[in-house]
């Protein structure tokens, strides 16, 4: 599962890694997010959407579509780990 660049986010609407609905401008929702929050509040906030999904994702019909999304909160939660691993 590879994580678009930048430069791609912003050439694509992909409902799971890039939704047009979640960019204005240059800004992405999380990225404002993550500068909005400590690194821990961050990490919580990754955790507890990447479960949010885990959870519901049998019930809303598109089971597929919710388990990717998980994935995705997963996999940013596992890059600012591997970047504190970097940093330290």
């Known amino acids: 599962m590879a994580i678009p ?27 404002a997010i993550r500068a909005s929050m400590s690194r821990e509040e ?8 990447a479960l949010k999904y885990l959870w519901r994702y049998n019930h809303k019909g598109k089971p597929l579509e919710d388990l990717e999304k998980e994935g995705y909160f997963s996999e940013k939660l596992r890059e600012d780990l591997r970047a504190e691993l970097d940093d330290g």
Request: include cysteine; glycine fraction near 8%.
């Open 5 to 31: 660049t930048d430069k791609e986010k912003h050439e694509i609407d992909d409902p799971i890694w890039s939704p047009l609905h979640y960019k204005f401008g240059d800004i992405e929702c999380i990225d």
């Open 42 to 49: 961050y990490r919580g906030y990754l955790k507890g959407t």
